[in-house]
């Protein structure tokens, strides 16, 4: 289950990443501030992924990949 949530978060990175260059587009936010806040939600994202990894991978010694689900 705690992989499913993790896909929701980067669901929800990817609607703030849209969402954010919608901002810039339309002149709400500036480049810089854009900038900062892509690079924060990158730094999220990233993070995400690693914790899916090492959760994968721990799923995978615990009990082999028959049977592997995301």
Do not use: C, H, N, P
């Not at 810039?24 to 990158?42: N, T």
């Amino acid at each position: 289950m705690t992989i499913a949530y993790l896909k929701r978060a980067l669901k929800a990175i990817t609607v703030s990443l849209d969402s954010a260059s919608k901002l810039l587009s339309e002149k709400l936010i500036a480049g810089r501030q854009y900038s900062v806040l892509q690079q924060r939600l990158f730094q999220v994202r990233d993070g995400i992924i690693t914790l899916m990894g090492e959760y994968r991978g721990e799923w995978r010694r615990r009990f082999g990949s028959q049977g592997f689900r995301d």
